[in-house]
């Protein structure tokens, strides 16, 4: 039974086309949309945490608290498995560490629950799980240290979830813990605010 430590890696390289450029800075009651994702993983104990940013974006590197590890991925136009890759490469030599919960910069509004209910699940044994809201699989992932190296050979924009059709993937019900929307549009980012629905679950 898995008893080492997990982290968490926040995927902040996008360049946010949709949005027009600017996304994860742009504000989302009152600090940057990409605080939202970092502070529940930061609250939720689980740990550490880092954050994956596009090579030179200063700018959003230096909208992130301290505690957190910044890491740089100068692939970023290749397509989200990039940056999951450069997450991987970053933690590998850690040896203490047997997992990793994968999140996503542009979902505001994932709670810091979900991150410990994955994180349960990988102390009881699960070496793949995703969280999941009315059923449904969504964000976050977890990866075991077993994966990580079939990981490494996702390319574009295939993200964590292509290797769950191929093994045992835990479910984690998070329906309670916060809600799994994503900003890709600036009419998403007025949609959030407009249902008030920030109010997810206190640490």
């Not at 954050?51 to 590197?61: F, H, Q």
């Not at 699940?121 to 699960?126: E, I, N, S, W």
């Not at 079939?150 to 984690?172: I, K, M, N, P």
């Amino acid at each position: 039974m898995p008893t080492s430590r997990v982290a968490i890696a926040i995927l902040a390289a996008g360049h946010g086309a949709r949005f027009g450029g600017g996304k994860l800075l742009a504000p989302l009651a009152g600090k940057p949309l990409i605080r939202h994702a970092v502070d529940a993983a930061l609250a939720s104990g689980v740990g550490p945490v880092s954050v994956v940013v596009s090579e030179g974006d200063a700018d959003l590197a230096s909208a992130l608290p301290s505690e957190v590890e910044v890491i740089s991925n100068p692939h970023a136009s290749e397509g989200i498995a990039s940056s999951l890759r450069a997450a991987l490469a970053s933690l590998e030599p850690r040896g203490e560490l047997g997992a990793v919960c994968i999140g996503l910069g542009d979902q505001p509004l994932v709670g810091a629950e979900a991150y410990r209910r994955l994180a349960a699940a990988h102390v009881g044994g699960a070496d793949l799980a995703v969280a999941t809201y009315q059923d449904q699989p969504r964000n976050p992932v977890l990866l075991g240290r077993a994966h990580w190296r079939e990981a490494l050979t996702l390319t574009g924009d295939s993200g964590a979830r292509r290797l769950f059709g191929q093994h045992a993937v835990a479910r984690v019900a998070c329906d309670d813990t916060g809600d799994p929307s994503d900003v890709d549009t600036r009419d998403d980012l007025w949609e959030i605010e407009r249902r008030s629905i920030l109010a997810r679950p206190s640490a």
